[in-house]
Every structure is written in C-alpha cells, then in structure tokens.
C-alpha cells in the first residue's frame, strides 16, 4: 500500500505555488474578490479558532478560482488600538515596535494555512502611508459638514481612561474591558452617522447577509414613527413636548414622566418636592448606565406640578424617573399604565391611575394585573375617539393631532451621531488645528499624513487629555489659514477609523495619490464575499457602511454598499463551549496539529467539526477521522492510477452523484457536509473498486477536482499522479448530468396482503403492468386462494391481495 506523507507532499506543492502563482489576473476573468475581516496582531498568536474562518473564506475563494475567477484574497492588519498601547506601557517598548513583531508572528502562522493571499496587497492601518487616507476622509467628511465638534457627556470608561462610543457600550459596559461606563463632559469630535440613518435601513433590502445581522443594524438605527404632542404646564408659560409612539392612547395618559436630566426638571419643583427633587436628580446624576438601566425597582418624584392633557383637558402629575432617557426623543414622556408594561410598574408603585383605552378581547380588564401592551382592539374611554379600531386610529392620530394644533407628526431614530475622538495615544491623529481666529481649520492634504509624533509617555492622563497634549513641539504650530500661531488637536480616532475603509485600499495599496484610482475600483470592487465573526454586527460593519455611503457621495467610488455578500462563521471553543483564551489556559495551537497530521487534514478537520455558522467545541481526537480518510482516498487514486479501468456504469452514476451533492451543499454553504459527502463517496468507491479492480480516471479526476479547494496540497498531488500536467486549480470545475445520475434500476417490495414476500428489481420507469406482472412472477407459488386485487405503489410496492 502506497504510504500518504503529508510533509513531502506539502512542501513540495508550496515551493511549486511559490514559483507558479496560481492565482494569475490575465485581465479577462472575471473578478471574485472574497475578504476576511482583517486581524489584530496581537502577541499571542493564532489558534486553531483563528484558523476556522480563514479556512472557511480561503476554501471559498479556491472553488470561485475552480470556477475560473481571478480571486482577490488580500490579508492585512487593524494595528491601532489599546492592546498595542497597554503593552507599551508595561514594558516600555514603542506600539509601532510590539505591533511589527506581531505582524511577522502572525503573519507567519497565517501562513501555515496555505490560503491563496496575495502579500503584494497587504495593509496596515498604522503605516503612515495607509493612515494618511484615513485622515483624508476625516478631512472631508470635516469639509462636508459631517465631522463636527461638540461638548457633552459621553460614555466614559474609567479603566481605559477614554471616551466610547455608544456602540463600544455593551449593557452599560466598556465594549473591550468591562468596566461600567460612566458619563464624563468632555470636548469631542464627532461623525454625523445620523445623516445617513434612512439609507443605512434602507439600503439593507440590497445586501445578501444574515438576518440576524440584518435585523441588529435595523434595531440599532431604531426608526420609529409616532407624534410629539405638547402638554401646558398647569399654571405656567411653559409646554412640555412628549415624544410617543402611540397617539392614539392619548386619552390613557394618567400622568407624565420626565428624566432627571430634563431642562423643566428642576424647575417644576415646589416648595415641599424641592428637597427631595433636587436629590433624585443628584442621585441619578450618580448612577452608572448600567444601574439606571438594569435597576430592578423603578424609582421617581413627584416634581408637585401637573401638566393639562391637550385632548380631554385632564390635569395629570408631572414625575421625574431615571427610566426616561435624558437623549431620546423629547426626554419627556406621557405614561399610558395600561397599555405599557414600564408605565404600569411605575404606576403600581406610586399609586397612580390606570385608564385601560383599548379593549381587550372586547371588554374592560377588571383588575389589570398587567399592562395589555398588545394594544390592539376597539378604543374604550376615550371620548370622540370610542370605538374605533386601535390600528386604525395609531395611524391617524398624528394627522389629528396636527389638525388640532397640539402636536405634530415625527420620526424618531435610536442611532446616535458616532463619538469619534479618544483620549489616547496610539491612534490617528486627528488632523485638525485651532487657531484663535480662523477657528477649526483642516490640516491641508498635501501636508497628510500627519504623522504620530514619538511619546516618553504613553501614559492615558485619565484627565481627558492625550498624553500627546503633553508634547508641546508638537501641539504648538501654525495655523494652515493665517500664519498666526495655533494648537494641533490631540485626541486619536477609534480603533473603527481604518477598518471602516481598508477593503477599499488593497487594491490599489500604492497608490499615493488616491485613496484608491477610479480604475481599479471600478474593476476589483466592491467586495463580493465577506467573512468573519458575528460580535461587529453594530460597530464595523455599520461604520463601513456608513464610510461607502460617504465615498460613494464625494465621487470616489461609484457603489454604495460594501459587502455584497456576508457570513459569519461561528467560533471554535474550548471543552464545553468555553472561549479559547490564553487566561483560561485551554487554547489550542495548530503547529503540534500540522505537524502531525498536516496542514490539509488541519483545514478539513476545521469545517468537518460543525456547521460553519454555528459555534463548535473543539476535540483534537475528531482530527484523525478525517486523516484516516484522506489516507483512504490517497490509497484509492495510488491503486487505480495506472490500471486503465474501464469506467461503469455504477461509477459514471456515483461520479455524476458526487458532482451533485458536492456543489449543492458548497452552495448552500453547507461545508461539514460537503467534507461528510466526501468520506460517504470515498467508501462507495472503494466498494466499487474491490469489485472492478479499481476506478476509473475520470471519476477519481472529478474528485479530486471538488476535494482541491479543501485539500489544496493533497488535491495537486492526486491530481499529478492522475496525469495533470498544469495545476489541478487550473482544471475546469466538473458539471453534473442529471440524466447519468439517474437510478436505472429501482428496488420494489412485492407483499401479499400486506405482507412482504419478495424484492425485485425493476426499471425506475417501469409502466404499473409491468410491475405487477414482475411482482406476481415473484411470487408464483407463495399465492393461495383468488387474487381480487393488484396495487402498483409506484417506486416501491406491489401489493397483490388474495381471498
Ligand atoms: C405612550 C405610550 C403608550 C408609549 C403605549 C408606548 C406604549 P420606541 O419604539 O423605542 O421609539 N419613550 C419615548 N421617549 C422615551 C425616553 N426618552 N425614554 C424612555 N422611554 C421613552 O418607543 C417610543 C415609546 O417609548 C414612546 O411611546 C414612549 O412611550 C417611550 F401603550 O408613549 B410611548
Ligand atoms: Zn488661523
């Protein structure tokens, strides 16, 4: 028996690729371009969770090769950020020093995978000469308008000692340490993201992604439809402006609730509530999100005032509660209790009515125990409006209450404008000078990139300041308008800023004029095929969107969608579905894995563990399966190889099978069981073989075709020894004959009343005649007494019933 070295071979076929690309742009294929989201280089390195999404997007791009694409598959590096500046700190070593060695660690265990990157595209959002593009955005989006600077509080983490974004916030904690988020009033530059909230929600009708993803960026933008309706303050000049969703359960509205932070707040106090007023909103102002949104008991005030509903003229309570955020819709809100389940809490608690408006099932609920928040059905106690149906009347309202002059019609959006400055070191520098009279001026482009001056200390200040404040050579200069002497802005960009635009740049990651040439745009993007983890759903990938959209409007690239197509792949863990991570000690390094199984059987066993889509636990056992197979196939082609099998019709009926059920699952992305539909052909094969002597060329050819995008190594291989004298990535992806597949021949019970006496065998399309008579032949003899019926099940039984 031939012996399968997977070492030999494996090496052989790299230094081979190496000399002959594969994977040529001759300028008339058609381009594929299949992404990976690039990687941090951090210092500990991959594991064999890493590998899985590479594997999965090179196993992509090899079958789009297979289908005769040019594939762009380029790699590079998200290199700013935190990680990079934390371990410059504790050991006193540059971030830009760390981050090069991380990069030639990773870069080197990436490798290993044998995917199809082409290093003559790599990028690295910390090089100067990538980071000057990423300032140049910034310089347009600041000339459009839509890079602006504003003071209030931000979500501030106190362990990072810098501003975040309310997408880094995850249930009130710091997206990257976990730390509770506090407020901090801070100076901040920020990115009108809101501008482009309609599009972003409706541009996802375009994208082939995961609902799910889908539906977090829909949530996240949050576009509601609804009214603000306007309530005099009881004895007061003022009104108060509520923002609701639901106009038509006005006449519900028992009492009224504002946040804390509210401008009327305050003032709404009375002598009696000013003491306890003030303090709620001291203690409010105190509390972290996470306690104001994770608080079990709600809690409030009575501010001692009364507002008049506009409607029925009813005089209700004015309260204050952290529940109402201070930075949605008015911040003020009118509480319905019996149709929403936080008003009826609050209600419950602090006594107040509940007015049930719409009728469940038809009826008043006696004693409510719970809101009735479906809140569809006919409108009860509600003056003019009773007895019309709640979605009718939903839809009305609005145009009611315009008519009647107590409010208007309005659209409300969750999504806030992206807080886009840290008050940190390793990061872009924002390219912005003060000057005392012109105001913010832009650095101009032909002085981009600004470079990141050398610290001594990479320190945060923790004051809000940073620590680049504290180099005065470089904070002192010129203002690019008038001459007079200026400041340099020394907040960074988040760790968001390149990878909201890298995908654009590999194609054409030389060019230092443009941020990417018309003409290379036009070819090679946008991206076809994008893969990675699921945990950006909110952040990158709504940022690039946002960033296309961008682009798209100041003419440099003619899309306005990034990603055409998305996957996320699930993560690979540890024993019980605990994350890999060097702290819990239960990672798993590839090196010991390709070293003694190689890097092919490495790459199968990484899709054969579970749907790619889902989350799988890792059990280096599961490896030798599929070693044990790819031993079995090799054995297999070893065998037949020089014998000249005539092929059969068994084996042109499994090959045409094979083709089949391969390229269907490929398609549905299906990879276990693309890698399962290979070892379950393999045994059928070496069945067949042992009765013929082996298989014939054409049939092993055709496998080895499908199995090379898994398998590249042992796939060219094969591919050799069966004659190829080009790369086997160069042959032609098989097609499928739905006629060759067919079964000719059927398998057919034949029973006697109900009772299986006989199998046969007949043609697939056999005429129900012919069935039966066969079916009765079979059983001559067995049949006592009168046949009085004869069924044909066609496929699968005949049925003869006797008396
Ligand atoms: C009356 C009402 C009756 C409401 C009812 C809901 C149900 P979305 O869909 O998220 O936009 N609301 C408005 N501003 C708020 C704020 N700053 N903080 C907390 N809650 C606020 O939800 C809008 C609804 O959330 C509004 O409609 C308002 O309560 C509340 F049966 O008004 B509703
Ligand atoms: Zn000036």
Redesign the pocket.
């Known amino acids: 028996m031939a012996q399968y070295n997977h070492t030999a071979i494996e090496s052989k076929w790299r230094e081979n690729w190496e000399k002959n690309p594969i994977n040529v742009n001759d300028g008339k294929k058609e381009k594929y371009y299949c992404l990976d989201m690039f990687p941090y280089p951090s210092g500990s390195g991959l594991h064999v969770g890493h590998w899985r999404g590479y594997v999965i997007s090179d196993v992509w791009s090899r079958y789009q090769l297979l289908k005769g694409k040019y594939v762009i598959h380029p790699m590079g590096w998200d290199a700013f950020g935190l990680p990079a500046e934390n371990y410059a700190i504790k050991m006193g070593v540059h971030p830009a020093i760390s981050t090069e060695s991380n990069i030639k660690n990773i870069k080197r265990q990436i490798n290993q995978i044998a995917a199809l990157y082409d290093w003559d595209m790599e990028v690295n959002t910390t090089d100067p000469s990538f980071y000057k593009w990423t300032q140049w955005i910034f310089v347009q989006m600041f000339k459009k308008g839509l890079a602006y600077e504003k003071e209030f509080p931000i979500n501030w983490c106190p362990s990072c000692k810098t501003g975040l974004a309310n997408e880094e916030v995850v249930n009130g904690c710091c997206e990257r340490c976990g730390t509770p988020v506090t407020k901090k009033n801070l100076r901040q530059w920020m990115l009108k993201i809101t501008a482009y909230a309609d599009r972003l929600l409706d541009d996802l009708n375009k994208l082939d992604w995961p609902e799910k993803v889908k539906k977090m960026q829909t949530d996240w933008i949050?576009k509601?439809y609804?009214a603000e309706v306007d309530f005099p303050v009881k004895g007061r000049d003022e009104k108060i402006t509520v923002?609701?969703?639901?106009p038509d359960?006005l006449h519900g509205a028992t009492f009224m609730v504002l946040?804390p932070e509210h401008k009327l707040a305050k003032e709404l106090a009375t002598d009696e509530t000013r003491e306890a007023v003030e303090k709620y909103i001291f203690d409010a102002s105190m509390k972290s999100n996470v306690d104001r949104l994770q608080g079990k008991e709600k809690t409030g005030v009575f501010t001692g005032s009364y507002a008049i509903n506009p409607l029925n003229g009813k005089e209700v309570p004015i309260w204050l509660s952290d529940?109402?955020?201070a930075d949605?819709?008015t911040?003020a809100?009118?509480c319905?209790p019996a149709?929403?389940d936080r008003d009826f809490e609050f209600a419950k608690k602090f006594g107040l009515p509940i007015i049930q408006v719409i009728a469940q099932d038809g009826k008043e609920i006696e004693n409510m125990t719970e809101a009735y928040t479906d809140?569809k059905g006919t409108m009860i106690n509600s003056g003019e409006w009773n007895g019309m149906e709640s979605s009718v009347l939903k839809k009305e309202a609005p145009h009611i209450i315009e008519k009647m002059g107590i409010g208007k019609k309005t659209v409300?959006y969750k999504l806030r404008d992206w807080v886009f400055s840290r008050q940190r070191y390793w990061g872009e520098p924002i390219p912005i000078v003060h000057c005392p009279k012109c105001g913010n001026v832009p650095v101009p482009e032909d002085q981009l990139p600004l470079k990141l001056p050398e610290v001594e200390s990479y320190q945060p200040t923790g004051t809000g300041e940073s620590p680049l404040a504290a180099i005065d050579s470089w904070v002192n200069t010129t203002c690019p308008c008038c001459g007079a002497p200026a400041k340099r802005e020394t907040n960074t960009m988040p760790q968001w800023a390149g990878s909201s635009w890298y995908f654009l740049r590999y194609v054409d990651n030389k060019n230092d004029q443009e941020l990417v040439s018309k003409e290379k745009a036009d070819k090679y993007l946008p991206v076809d095929m994008y893969i990675g983890g699921v945990e950006h759903a909110v952040l990158h990938l709504l940022y690039s969107r946002f960033y296309t959209k961008f682009l798209y409007d100041i003419g440099v690239i003619d899309f306005d969608e990034p990603f055409k197509k998305l996957f996320n792949q699930g993560m690979i863990t540890g024993k019980n579905g605990i994350k890999m991570s060097k702290s819990k000690g239960n990672v798993v390094s590839p090196d010991d894995l390709v070293r003694d199984y190689g890097c092919d059987a490495l790459r199968m066993y990484e899709l054969f563990v579970g749907p790619p889509e889902l989350d799988a636990e890792w059990d280096d056992r599961g490896i030798e399966g599929v070693a044990r197979f790819l031993n079995r196939f090799y054995n297999l082609v070893m065998d037949s190889k020089d014998k000249d099998i005539k092929e059969t019709k068994e084996m042109v009926k499994l090959r045409h099978k094979l083709v089949y059920d391969i390229e269907t699952r490929f398609n549905q992305f299906s990879l276990n069981t693309v890698v399962s539909g290979f070892m379950e052909y393999c045994n059928k094969l070496t069945d067949v073989a042992k009765k013929e002597g082996g298989i014939d060329k054409e049939t092993l050819k055709t496998f080895v075709i499908l199995l090379a995008p898994f398998t590249p190594h042992l796939g060219e291989e094969l591919w050799r020894e069966l004659g190829g004298t080009d790369s086997v990535f160069h042959a032609t992806w098989p097609e499928c004959d739905e006629e060759a597949m067919k079964d000719d021949e059927i398998e057919v019970a034949v029973q006697v009343n109900g009772k299986v006496k006989a199998v046969i065998m007949v043609p697939a399309d056999i005429a129900k005649e012919d069935a039966i008579a066969a079916g009765k032949a079979a059983v001559e003899g067995k049949i006592t007494g009168n046949i009085v019926k004869e069924i044909y099940v066609p496929k699968k039984i005949v049925n003869i019933v006797v008396k």
């Open positions: 949050g509601s609804g923002y609701t969703t639901r359960t946040s529940y109402v955020l949605y819709g911040g809100i009118m319905v149709h929403d809140a409300n």
